[in-house]
């Protein structure tokens, strides 16, 4: 196990023990919320940035998954970031961008966290160590239960290789921006070098393109956006959030409806 110059590295049981430790005595500070579904209930946007080339990765995989499948009929929205500073470490990850690397850069300036893998971000507040399940359940169960200040609805329609994404907005928009994730539901990968050599490895919500939308005092609009050819409504999905430009706090994030018929221009 290698540690990276860019202080990225792959946790192992001591520095997961030493998270866990610390996190007992560190309060989950979540905003006030209020879901666009359910009034007074919350959102999770859980980010995890993950690698094939860590040997640590795969438990916060799994767990991940796990919460995924238990979460289906909560507003609990899974993000899979593989980041690309593994990929010269003896094994390239196919799902691997540099633009998510940058993604998890910006969190370490925001939270004053160090980067590394596995590692997620809740609402854009908490961070821990990816494979922490008693820190990770519970900053979920707390953003659940607070408020939110912006909504988002979001429908996208297929046309060849472009989506085009209607959104509307509500609630608080100032200084912030609308990312939007295309993400596969699931793939396995055999790694057949590197710290996983011999594995194979099941992945879940990982996020293929993250497009950034600026907005402004307009409450409504439409991105286009292209997508993989292997694009499916059965085994991907749309995920939408605001976030607020200075700060990476997530102020609310839902899933596309995903319509075969035409979605008129807003």
């Known amino acids: 196990m290698k540690t990276l110059k860019i202080f990225s590295f792959c946790v192992g049981t001591v520095a997961l023990a030493l998270a866990t430790a610390a996190y007992a005595n560190r309060k989950i500070n979540a905003p006030k919320t209020e879901n666009n579904t359910t009034p007074g209930k919350g959102f999770a946007l859980v980010e995890l940035f993950t690698s094939e080339g860590c040997s640590s990765c795969p438990p916060a995989d799994e767990l991940l998954t796990r919460i995924q499948k238990e979460s289906q009929e909560k507003p609990v929205y899974i993000l899979a970031y593989h980041v690309d500073y ?34 997620v971000i809740v609402n854009g507040k908490t961070e821990m160590v990816g494979s922490d399940e008693p820190a ?26 472009k989506l085009a994404v209607n959104y509307e907005l509500s ?96």
């Open 136 to 161: 990770l359940r519970e900053a979920i169960s707390n953003a659940l239960t607070t408020a939110q200040t912006a909504q988002v609805s979001l429908k996208a329609q297929q046309t060849g290789d």
């Open 171 to 266: 609630g608080n928009t100032d200084n912030q921006q609308l990312l939007i994730a295309i993400v596969q539901k699931t793939a396995i990968s055999k790694v057949a070098r590197g710290e996983n050599e011999g594995r194979t490895l099941l992945h879940t919500q990982i996020v293929r393109d993250l497009k950034t939308v600026a907005l402004s005092e307009v409450k409504t609009g439409q991105t286009i956006i292209s997508v993989p050819k292997e694009f499916n409504q059965q085994e991907w999905e749309v995920v939408g959030f605001i976030q607020n430009k200075d700060s990476g706090e997530v102020l609310t994030a839902t899933k596309a409806v995903l319509t075969s018929e035409a979605v008129a221009k807003i």
């Open 86 to 119: 593994w990929n010269n470490l003896g094994w390239k990850d196919v799902f691997s961008n540099a633009m998510f690397s940058k993604r998890q850069k910006e969190y370490s300036y925001h939270l004053n966290a160090q980067v590394y893998t596995p590692q």
